[in-house]
Each structure stands twice: as structure tokens, then as C-alpha cells.
């Protein structure tokens, strides 16, 4: 059985006290419950891991069910009224949709084998080396979920599900179980929505066009909206420009600086990690949110000798929330066909 190296224990010990200090409790050691507001700060860092996590919301919330933070407006609000003979009237302009939310029980568990400790304890900043790395698969892992969560089971299996489609419901499927109206999965062929010559969509920007169409008219305009695109259409359409202009090098030098495909459909579309390489998505940033308990982050940092590692226990209730249904529309199952 591996033990850690004198210099590794030290370093380890030296964790165990820096992970105290940093959440004000007597021992890491312990189970122990993250104060509301060194779990936001927490988060925060879990946050700034991600380019998309910076770009939606991730906020605390109080209660494991409520109602959504973000109610957005829903349509107009301006007019006029005679008011000789009508009195005014305050219009409600809230979401038309449900506006509700759940969070289930979230586990983030790691184990550091004693032989990455005894590797990493040269470094002097290893605690926050360490926490970086925790932290930013965290912030993977929740957008991992986001995409690909089908479901919340009782007991994960990563094996079974290694997009961790059991964790939690996650966007996309809130979307097909909520506003099935507002999302494609076929098209003339069963099963499947084909892309290019003689297919539902001739190209890329007709796509995201007529997926833009699905989103409520009130909300369409504003200046706000977003493609999320798949990899694999992003991929086959800028070959289609290497065909075409690859061998002019100004045009090539464009393509690669992915300034001739910024937009589709008119609107600014993005690549994001563990999106759907098949699927387009438009709605905005401020749409798309993250929920976590502020109370409910638990924390324990063991070390395991059977195992020959440390273990960093981390679990908190979390979920995922469209803020407004009418405000998201999905085209997936694309094909590509030549």
C-alpha cells in the first residue's frame, strides 16, 4: 500500500489547514456545512472557470423549490387610455410559461492519489493549484449536465451515462418535456432533420433562421438572441468555405479568425463546450440559468489509505432553469448530407 512521501504528508497537512482557514471551521477533516456567503464566493470561482458560465446566470437561491428569479416580460407594455372613461390599466407582461423551479442533491466528490500530492507538493501554491483544478471541472461538469441531463437518478451511474445524462435535468430536456412545439427533431424523413442539397435546410443559416421563428414573436426582436451550434455543423459548413475560398489566403486567413461565420441566420452564434454537435439552440445569454442552494454546500476533505488517495467530499442542491420558455427554440437530430 502506497503511503505519501514525508514532504507529500506535510504538504497534505498543510491543506487540511489552509481548506479550515478558508471556510472558518476547526477541521476539513469534518463534515462541515459552507457559510451562504464563502459558498457565493465559491461559486463565483467555480464560475470564472468557464466563458459560458460568465455568460449565463448563476445565482443562490434560498429554497430547494420556488419561483424563478428571473420573470422576464413577456410583451408589450406601452399605450394609451381615456381615462374620462376607462380607468388605467396595469398590464401583465410576466412569462406565459410555468415559473417554477426544483433542485436535486448534487455530489462533486474527487480523489487525489497520493502520487499526484507527492508530484504537486514542489509547488508552494498547491492548495490553490489544487482548488483550481477541483473547481474547474466543477464548472465542466455543470455544463456537461446542462446540455445532456435526461434525468435525476437516485443513484448515478457514469459508466451507463458518461455525459452524466443522470445527474439532473438539464436545459435541453426541460425544452422537449415543456415547449415540445419549440422544438424540430424531424423533418420530411422520420427521426432526423437533414441539412443540405434536397434536404429540410439547404444550408446552415436557412436552419437557424426557421429556429429563430419558433421563438415567441414578442420576444424575437430584441436584440438579444443567440445561436448555440453544434460542432459538427459548424465544422461542415466552414469546410464548405475552405472549398470555396481556401486557397485565396486572405479569405483563409479570415475563415480561421472564424470572422466569415460570427453570424447565422442573422444572429451571433457561438461554440460551446459539450453542446450537442448536431443541434442549434436559439435564445439569450440571461436565458439560460443555474440554481444552487446557498445553504446547502457540504464539504469534507479525508484522506483514504486504502485507496491511496485524498478524497474531497462536495455536495450542494442544485438545478437548471429556462427562465423563459417562450424564449428558447431547438432544432436537433441534424444530418448532414452532401
Same mark, same amino acid.
Given at each position: 500500500? %502506497?503511503?505519501?512521501?514525508a514532504y ?5 497537512a498543510?491543506?487540511q ?6 471556510y ?8 462541515f456545512s459552507v457559510?451562504?456567503?464563502i ?7 467555480i464560475?470564472?472557470k ?6 449565463i ?12 428569479v428571473?420573470i422576464g ?6 399605450g ?12 401583465d %407582461? ?11 442533491s ?5 480523489g487525489l492519489?497520493?502520487?499526484?500530492i ?17 473547481? $474547474? ?28 445524462q443522470?445527474?439532473?435535468k ?17 423533418g420530411?424523413?422520420a ?20 429556429? $429563430? ?14 445561436a ?8 461542415a459548413?466552414? %469546410?464548405?468555405?475552405?472549398? $470555396?475560398q ?11 479568425? %472564424?470572422?466569415?461565420?460570427a453570424t447565422y ?6 461554440s460551446?463546450?459539450?453542446?450537442p454537435?448536431?443541434a442549434v439552440v ?7 440559468s ?9 464539504k469534507?476533505?479525508?484522506e ?9 467530499y462536495?455536495?450542494?442542491?442544485e ?18 448530407? $452532401?
Amino acid at each position: 500500500m %502506497a503511503n505519501l512521501s514525508a514532504y507529500g504528508a506535510k504538504m497534505y497537512a498543510q491543506l487540511q489547514l489552509d481548506i479550515a482557514e478558508t471556510y472558518g471551521v476547526e477541521l476539513a477533516s469534518k463534515q462541515f456545512s459552507v457559510d451562504p456567503t464563502i459558498a457565493q464566493e465559491l461559486n463565483d470561482a467555480i464560475t470564472a472557470k468557464s466563458d459560458f458560465l460568465q455568460r449565463i446566470n448563476v445565482i443562490p437561491v434560498t429554497e430547494i423549490k420556488g419561483q424563478k428569479v428571473f420573470i422576464g416580460v413577456s410583451g408589450p407594455v406601452t399605450g394609451r387610455t381615456n381615462t374620462k372613461t376607462t380607468d388605467r390599466e396595469a398590464k401583465d %407582461a410576466s412569462a406565459l410559461d410555468d415559473s417554477t423551479y426544483e433542485l436535486s442533491s448534487t455530489e462533486s466528490d474527487v480523489g487525489l492519489p497520493y502520487a499526484k500530492i507527492d508530484a504537486w507538493a514542489k509547488f508552494p501554491d498547491f492548495h490553490q493549484r489544487y482548488s483550481a483544478a477541483v473547481q $474547474k471541472q466543477i464548472a465542466l461538469d455543470r455544463i456537461m449536465v446542462g446540455f445532456h441531463g435526461t434525468h435525476a437518478a437516485v443513484q448515478t451511474d457514469i459508466d451507463a451515462f458518461p455525459m452524466l445524462q443522470d445527474v439532473n435535468k438539464g436545459w435541453l430536456q426541460q425544452a422537449r418535456e415543456q415547449i415540445p412545439a419549440q422544438v424540430l427533431k424531424e423533418g420530411k424523413t422520420a427521426g432526423k432533420v437533414v441539412l443540405g442539397v434536397d434536404g429540410d435546410y439547404v444550408n446552415l443559416d436557412a436552419l437557424v433562421h426557421d429556429t $429563430k421563428q419558433m421563438v415567441d414573436e414578442r420576444l424575437r426582436d430584441g436584440g438579444d438572441l443567440i445561436a448555440i451550434i453544434g460542432t459538427d455543423l459548424l465544422a461542415a459548413d466552414k %469546410a464548405k468555405l475552405y472549398a $470555396k475560398q481556401g486557397d485565396v489566403p486572405t479569405e483563409k486567413e479570415r475563415i480561421e479568425e %472564424a470572422q466569415v461565420i460570427a453570424t447565422y441566420g442573422g444572429l451571433p452564434s457561438f461554440s460551446v463546450p459539450f453542446f450537442p454537435v448536431n443541434a442549434v439552440v436559439v435564445t439569450s445569454w440571461d436565458n439560460l440559468s443555474i440554481y444552487f442552494q446557498d445553504s446547502s454546500w457540504r464539504k469534507q476533505t479525508v484522506e483514504n489509505s486504502k485507496r491511496s488517495r485524498v478524497e474531497d467530499y462536495n455536495s450542494r442542491n442544485e438545478g437548471y432553469v429556462i427562465e423563459q420558455l417562450e424564449k428558447f427554440a431547438m432544432t436537433e437530430n441534424v444530418e448532414l448530407v $452532401k
